[in-house]
T-cell receptor, first 119, second 112 residues
C-alpha cells in the first residue's frame, strides 16, 4: 500500500517551454502533497506544500509564478514549470501524506521522481 | 532552529557486518523522526519512524533505529549488511505542520 506515482519519469524540453509533472497517490487519498527538488548527491529541498482544494504554500525563495501547483483532487497534484530555463533542470520528487489525524506523525510516501532537463 | 545532521557523507561496510548510519537532531518539542532510503534516480522509500514509545524502532528490510533522547540521536542500524543495501540514506524530522526536514544524506556502500 501507499504507492505514489509520478509522470513523466523524465522529460527534456526546450528553454522557454512549460512542463507539467503529475503526482498521484494510487491506493490512498492524500489531502496534502509536497513537492521537492533534489540536486545530484544532495538532500531534498522542499519547494511547496500542496493542499487539496486550496492554494499551495510555497517555501521561501520559491517563485510561485514559475512553479505552478494544482491539487485538484485527493489523489492528484500537478507541478508546472513555466518558461523553463536550463537552471530549472533538476530531479523533482513529490510525496503524499497518509492522513492519520496528526500531521506531524503522518508518514510521507514519495513518488519515483521526474528528471527534468531543459536545453 | 529545527535541523537534522548526518555527520558522515559516506559509510563503507563489508557484507555481513553490522552497519550504523548516524543521525542527530535539534528540534523543540517532541521529535518525530524518520528514515528513508533512496536508490539511484529513484524517489525515497520509507524505512521506519519514531513517534513515541519504545526507543528501538524496527522497520523495513531488517533495519532498525534507536532513539536516544539524551544524545538527541536516531541512528539507523542493521545487524548484517547486504550489498543490495547500498544506497543513499536520509534521516528526517517532522517538527511542525507535517513538513519534513531532511539531513544531508549518507551514502552507504556495502562491499562483498
Amino acid at each position: 500500500g501507499a504507492v505514489v506515482s509520478q509522470h513523466p519519469s523524465w522529460v527534456i524540453c526546450k528553454s522557454g517551454t512549460s512542463v507539467k509533472i503529475e503526482c498521484r497517490s494510487l491506493d490512498f487519498q492524500a489531502t496534502t502533497m509536497f513537492w521537492y527538488r533534489q540536486f545530484p548527491k544532495q538532500s531534498l529541498m522542499l519547494m511547496a506544500t500542496s493542499n487539496e482544494g486550496s492554494k499551495a504554500t510555497y517555501e521561501q525563495g520559491v517563485e510561485k509564478d514559475k512553479f505552478l501547483i494544482n491539487h485538484a483532487s485527493l489523489t492528484l497534484s500537478t507541478l508546472t514549470v513555466t518558461s523553463a530555463h536550463p537552471e530549472d533542470s533538476s530531479f523533482y520528487i513529490c510525496s503524499a501524506r497518509v492522513n492519520s489525524g496528526s500531521s506531524g506523525t503522518d508518514t510521507q510516501y514519495f513518488g519515483p521522481g521526474t528528471r527534468l532537463t531543459v536545453l | 532552529a529545527q535541523s537534522v545532521a548526518q555527520p558522515e557523507d559516506q559509510v563503507n561496510v563489508a557484507e555481513g557486518n553490522p552497519l550504523t548510519v548516524k543521525c542527530t537532531y535539534s528540534v523543540s518539542g517532541n521529535p518525530y523522526l524518520f528514515w528513508y532510503v533512496q536508490y539511484p534516480n529513484r524517489g525515497l522509500q520509507f524505512l521506519l519512524k519514531y513517534i513515541t514509545g519504545d526507543n528501538l524502532v524496527k522497520g523495513s528490510y531488517g533495519f532498525e533505529a534507536e532513539f536516544n533522547k539524551s544524545q538527541t540521536s536516531f541512528h539507523l542500524k542493521k545487524p548484517s549488511a547486504l550489498v543490495s543495501d547500498s544506497a543513499l540514506y536520509f534521516c528526517a524530522v517532522s517538527p511542525f505542520g507535517g513538513k519534513l526536514i531532511f539531513g544531508q544524506g549518507t551514502e552507504l556502500s556495502v562491499k562483498p
